[in-house]
């Protein structure tokens, strides 16, 4: 097959499905895009096996056909042209050749019908979202993702779908955060799928338009996201997620409101004395007072005060740094509420008066 | 400018066994396992070297080189008294003494060369009292970091004494074959060769972004050596880095499930002494031997601390899956923990489970 396209046509997509490509590859194919020219368009595919991505080319139509060719090194073949360059790509059998002016490339490909594509698709239900919504049900919640946890369900991220709203929920074991947002759909039974830690990752990169419309497709064993020029699939973590609603906490109880950007400097400085090992602080909540205590094993010590909206018994409570910040970074209020038991139970951490987005932190013993 | 010595005993286990039993002197010693199981060589002596016979060779194949060649059993008793026998002598010098293993250990004497003279002389008098006290000869090497001190040891072995001054560092370093380098062993040889790196000066020309997405963390410790640079200081109190345990099979073994079953039971004695010691790791390594002493390791780090042993268990069939053992024959099989942590001071702060 032969087209040309120009390199500004080429990178953008390109840099997009890049992420799909694995560096350590089980099989060789998985270092190769798969490029598909026939009449519906041209379309670039790389995948993982478990990540698919298609991005769908701006380009006039060369001769049909199909080829692949490396990924890594077509972008940076790409990204070292100079600006309006024109590329050239002519891919014979085991040769693919890419040409700009005076740049001539000669790459081997690999047989186009060995390239791994995701066909046994199910997809049941579909639901059109805007890909701000979606962004955000991802960024408030994908932090919290378990990494490489012998409990494979927690190393992904919860999506549930129901007639009425659209839930993502992620946890690790020691904390939690969900996000919902309302949202009529056409599903009756509430559905539950588990999207991989790494399609997690890349389908956030490829929001970046808050004003589309996307369709999220998901089936027993996978999801398709369609975006305008691109579509995201992705298999899904075969397992059940835990029972999240178990361990949110009462909203009720001891309730103390404070402002959130002072919290996280508080948190920010006290942090200074935490490392990679030792990342408890204690939070002292007292009579309209927050003292914030870190201490290391060098007997360092550090200790930050500010005022609160609270009326409660005094309450001693250890965190880990790490996953207070998390949340605050996740938070958009100017006033964060906390609402918590004793030190031995889980807290939740809210906007002031909005439900949306909610986080549960376990404690840390001292 | 520091002043490091690393004092390395001359065939450490085949000396002693020559020591103690006469009738070996002069003749070609191997101490490791039996030749008729398999067994490895773990010292050989300046005389079976001769033949091309070295440590970490299958005993049936120095045999092979040397039919005359005196197998012996190691006695890793005696050479464990010997050993804290030296480590005395090296720290009545002073008190920076990091042993490697039975038979080498680094020493810092930049503090004591004032009251005892230069560090070469503090070196020949460690030599000299070593000899007087157990018979046997130790190599040393001096220089102004761990790196050079090492492969000064090695120059002029046995009962030798080498010194790298800091004049002499760079220029030193330029010259040396890349697979001299401590700490570069046969794979990442081959693939600075593949780059074009053959010796010091070759290294020399990449910069340490250039290395970092070929190397890693290792990149820099590569960049400084080339420049003579090792900041590393002599570790006293040394602890632990890892815990494994590993073991070379009577028979190779070929079914995977076999394999797998091996590595769960060399997985418990890691689990057990983890136990003993207190310790918790977030590395797991898995290393295999095929039968034509190809050697691979998997490792994999989780994301917290391991608690129990499953928590190892659980992971050994996918890293036995990545080195690829399918349709070949495996000799030995290995399982390792590190990143170590000790128990107690985990145990400080105990994160609490929501689920």
């Known amino acids: 097959m032969q087209l040309s396209i120009a390199r500004e046509n080429l990178l953008k997509p390109l840099q997009q499905i890049i992420g799909a490509v694995e560096r350590r590859q089980t099989m060789p194919a998985l270092s ?43 972008l940076d073949i790409c990204r070292s042209l100079p600006d309006q360059a024109q590329i050239m790509i002519n891919s014979s059998n085991e040769k693919t050749v890419v040409s700009s002016g005076r740049s001539r490339f000669t790459l081997s490909s690999l047989p186009a019908e060995d ?53 993502t929920v992620a946890t690790d074991g020691h904390r939690l955060a969900l996000s919902e947002i309302k949202h009529k759909t056409d599903v009756d039974e509430v559905r539950q799928i588990i999207v991989p830690r790494k399609g997690v990752q890349e389908l956030q990169r490829l929001l970046t338009n808050d004003d589309n419309q996307v369709t999220v497709a998901l089936g027993k064993n996978h999801i398709r996201v369609t975006l305008p020029n691109l579509q995201f699939t992705s298999k899904l973590i075969d ?42 602080i204690r939070l002292i909540i007292d009579d309209n007072k927050l003292v914030v205590q870190a201490n290391n094993p060098e007997h360092e010590e550090a200790e930050d005060e500010m ?60 | 400018m520091r002043q490091i010595i690393h004092i390395d005993m001359d065939a ?65 008793e005696v050479y464990r008294q010997i050993s804290q026998q030296i480590r005395d002598i090296m720290f009545s010098y002073t008190d920076v003494v990091e042993p490697l293993s039975l038979d080498e250990a680094y020493l810092d004497v930049t503090q004591c060369n004032r009251t005892f003279g230069s560090p070469t002389l503090i070196a020949k008098a460690i030599q000299k009292d ?17 790196f050079l001190a090492k492969i000064a040891s090695d120059l002029d072995k046995p009962n030798g004494l080498t010194l790298i001054t800091e004049k002499q560092g760079p220029n030193f370093v330029q010259q040396l074959p890349i697979g001299k380098f401590y700490g570069i062993g046969p794979a990442t040889q081959e693939k600075m060769q593949c780059m074009g790196i053959y010796t010091g000066d070759d ?33 006293s109190h040394r602890q632990r880095k890892s815990i494994g345990s590993e073991k070379t099979f009577d028979e190779d073994l070929k079914d995977p499930k076999e394999m797998l079953e091996k590595l769960h039971q060399l997985a418990a004695e890691v689990w057990q002494e983890m136990q003993q010691k207190e310790v918790t790791a977030r590395t797991i390594t898995v290393k295999v031997k ?40 495996v000799r030995l099989l290995g399982v390792t923990v590190s990143n170590l942590d000790m128990l107690n001071s985990v145990k400080k702060e105990q994160q609490l489970f929501l689920l």
């Open chain 2, 290 to 329: 095929f039968d034509d002493f190809v050697q691979v390791t998997r490792a994999k780090t989780v994301s917290r601390n391991i608690n129990e042993v499953v928590e190892i268990t659980v992971h050994l069939q996918e890293l036995l899956h990545k080195a690829e053992i399918e349709g070949r024959r």
């Open chain 2, 203 to 235: 290294l020399l020309a990449w910069s340490l972004d250039e290395l970092k997405p070929l190397f890693g963390k290792a990149s820099l410790y590569y960049y400084n050596a080339a420049r003579g640079l090792d900041d590393r200081e002599v570790e």
């Open chain 2, 12 to 76: 450490f286990y085949a000396s002693v066994e020559q020591r103690d039993f006469p009738q070996y002197r002069n003749k070609p010693v191997v101490v490791g396992g039996d030749p008729a199981i398999r067994g490895v060589v773990a010292t050989c002596s300046y005389e079976a070297r001769t033949f091309g016979i070295h440590s970490a060779m299958a005993c049936s194949q120095a045999l092979r080189l040397c039919s005359q060649a005196i197998f012996v059993r190691p006695r890793f």
């Open chain 1, 239 to 280: 397992g059940r997620f835990p029972e999240y609603q178990r361990v949110l906490p009462e909203e009720e109880g001891n309730t103390a409101k404070m402002d959130k950007l002072h919290l996280k400097q508080a948190l920010t400085r006290a942090s200074i004395l935490s490392n990679e090992k030792y990342k408890g």
């Open chain 1, 307 to 366: 005022e609160i909206d609270y009326q409660g018994e005094r309450l001693e409570v250890g965190f880990n740094v790490v996953y207070l910040l998390d949340v605050l970074n996740a938070l958009e209020s100017e006033e964060v509420e906390v609402i918590i038991k004793d030190a031995n139970s889980s807290a939740l951490i809210v906007s002031s008066g909005k439900l949306e987005s909610r986080y549960v932190v376990m404690p840390m013993r001292l």
């Open chain 1, 32 to 74: 190769n895009l798969l490029i598909r020219s026939n009449d519906q368009g041209l379309t670039l595919t790389a995948t993982d096996l478990e990540v698919e991505l298609v991005a769908t080319l701006n380009t006039e139509l060369g001769e049909t056909g199909d080829a692949t060719i490396p990924a890594r090194k077509l």
């Open chain 2, 130 to 146: 070593i000899q007087f006290k157990t018979g046997l000869t130790a190599s040393a090497g001096i220089s102004y970091n761990k």
């Open chain 1, 115 to 167: 390239f791994p594509i995701i066909d046994d698709l199910e997809l049941d239900v579909s639901v059109v979202i805007s890909e701000g919504d979606l962004r955000s049900l991802i960024e408030k919640t994908a932090f919290a993702m378990a990494q490489q946890d012998v409990r494979y369900y927690l190393n992904g991220l919860l999506l549930e779908v129901d007639a009425e709203y659209i839930k």
